[in-house]
């Protein structure tokens, strides 16, 4: 993100809130948001950044866990916030559609009423996306706009054709109506959202979408050997490029061109195998793939807002196709924008694949969208700039000193723990560090931690290093942590290191809590009778197990052979952090992948992708003789 800082003069502050990170700029929203962010910092306002950690727990919950990179935001915003929240948010509702504030946070709100005491200061705070909207009840003098991003009211009927439930947030007209009414401004995507919203509420509607900057000038290419699709894992991503990729790979020889996709979509899609079709997944240099690509396609099916794919595609200078959807908002003429479906879609890529003259004027029409989309948006951020400043006429502005934008993360700090490596900073990407290796797990603060210091990017974190431990490692203790995925899924890391690491992590607090019993031992595993949360009794949830042995001294990896419900309860009490999580009944099968010698007593760390389980096993009760 190409950020100019004014700190040569006094500067106004905006705080900027969002359930997702802005960095790295990996999803549609996350490029909507550091775009809005850049507009306002070149508007000459300095932006408090507040991260609500929503998506990460979304997210986690459908095993997927898209990057964040807190160091970044730490030295591209004035001052960066981390708000984790306790509140559970709710991906179903028996209701007809989600109440307005069924995704909001009590976290949040306490942010918001901490922050507005804190720094008075602040002219302007933006909220992103309707759900979080009543935080802005809690800013009072301050200019409050929300960026809706998308509409959500009667969102689900998207859904039908596809014979599938949403797992993201919808509502009614009413009730987006009412969080619409709790700002000042409301900031639309594109042209129709904005007509909708000011059907809905007599705030004032500004149409604001995000203006791209040119980072590739357009060059035809002169035939087509490589499609691509860079996107997030979300539903419309997933139902639009799967049904896609099948009828791209239908009828595919080695003479069409290749459809590589890329991005976090590629997790949700791993078990693709089609022929023509290939998985990249996530890609650190998109410039490098785009370079590397002749065309992308647009192939949506459904979704609302504006489909940032398309206007990313357009300013590294590759031509796009796609649907009419994909291209709303842009108010594409050329056919190729206006595609009926996949089919034509893949029509319309292979008339062009080998004719030269049809693809230059392709991306002539591509090149001329571009530039009508970014002279409308520049003249949209002149408006809300303007809308801003007007707000603010007679009242102080905040002095900022350029001291403000040094990087809080830049420094870091050990904090002696030999191994697992214990370091407080900002570095919060789950991917290896230069300096200390893979990033196992992050603090969490709880809500009874200093609040400037529950809302610190910097947390202690602990990496695995490149060498495994020579001696026993102590305990990290009774600390909340997040996992990172390696523990569940990827795996990347030897045997050895992971059943240190488990053995330095076993009093870590845990998410739920029992004891069970030993019901059966054989020579490769045994069988435990315990209560645990019920959905792991439902699909095939990604599970890492360890066996603390009784005696304190070994941690042993285990392997989860299978988990079936059992008709009686085995006694014990559970204890979770969360009412979501229902005890039932089970009989859980583990085979030992460590030495032989392992015995069934001691203590399991139950891990899978959004919880710690911790499993006390219980020796079975000594029988006496007792004589007649």
Sequence with gaps: MSIEHTLGSPTSTVLVVAPMPAAPASAGNRKRLSLICSALQRAGFAVDFAYFAHEDQVYRRFGQHPPTDLAKMSTTFQRTFLIETQDIIPLKTRSPAFGIDEWGSTALDRFVS?????????????????????????????????????????????????RAEP?????????????????????????????????????????????????????????IRKIGFVGHGNDPNLFSIGKFAHEWAAGW??????????????????SLNLPGVSLLGYVDDLAAFYADTDLIVAPMLMGSGLKMKVAEALSYGVPVVGTEIGFEGFDAEAPAHKCAGVAAVKATILKLQSNPVALKALTEACAELLERFNAMSQ???????????????????????????????ASVESVGQSWPICVRSANSLLSDDPAHGQLLATERFGEDAALATQYSPERRRWFAGSTPPLEKQSSIGPVSVAL?????????????????????????????????????????????????????????????????????AHAHELAIDGIAP???????????????????????????????????????????????GRITIVPPPIRENIRP
Excluded at 181 to 191: C, T
Excluded at 383 to 394: F, M
Aim: net charge negative; charged share 20%; hydrophobic share 45%.
């Design 167 to 223: 797992n993201f947030y919808y509502t009614d007209s009413a009730s987006e109506a009412a969080a619409l009414d709790r700002a000042d401004v409301v900031l639309a995507i594109q042209s129709e959202e904005a007509a909708h919203f000011a059907a809905l509420t007599d705030r004032q509607v500004l149409l604001l979408p995000p203006m791209f900057p040119v980072r590739s000038q357009f060059s035809a290419p002169y035939g």
């Design 379 to 409: 003249q949209a951020e002149a408006e809300l700039a303007s809308v801003i400043k007007a707000s603010i006429r007679g009242r102080s502005a905040s002095v900022v000193p350029a001291a403000a934008f040094a990087s809080s993360a």
């Design 484 to 552: 990172s995925p390696e523990w569940v899924r990827g795996k990347r890391l030897t045997r050895e290191i992971r059943e240190s690491a488990a053995y330095a992590f076993r009093d870590i607090l845990a998410d739920w809590t029992t004891q069970c019993r030993c019901v059966g031992v054989s020579s490769k595993g045994f069988v435990l009778a315990v209560p645990m949360p019920s959905h792991l009794l439902t699909g095939t949830p990604a599970i890492a197990a360890f066996l603390i042995a009784a005696d304190g």
């Design 253 to 270: 020889t080695p003479d069409r061109p290749e459809l590589r996709i890329a991005g976090e979509i590629c997790n949700a899609l791993g």
């Design 114 to 162: 901490w922050y507005a005491e804190e720094y008075s200061d602040t002219v302007a705070i933006l909220v992103n996306y309707v759900f979080l909207s009543r935080c802005l009840d809690h800013a009072p003098n301050m200019l409050k706009i929300i960026d809706t991003h998308d509409r959500f009211a009667d969102r689900q009927l998207q859904y039908r054709p596809f």
């Design 566 to 612: 059992l008709s009686l309860s085995p006694g014990y009490a559970f204890k979770a952090s969360r009412l979501d999580l229902t005890p039932v009944p089970a009989i859980v099968k583990i085979s030992c992948m460590g030495p032989a010698s392992v015995v069934a007593n001691g203590t399991v760390l139950f891990l899978t992708d959004d919880l710690i």
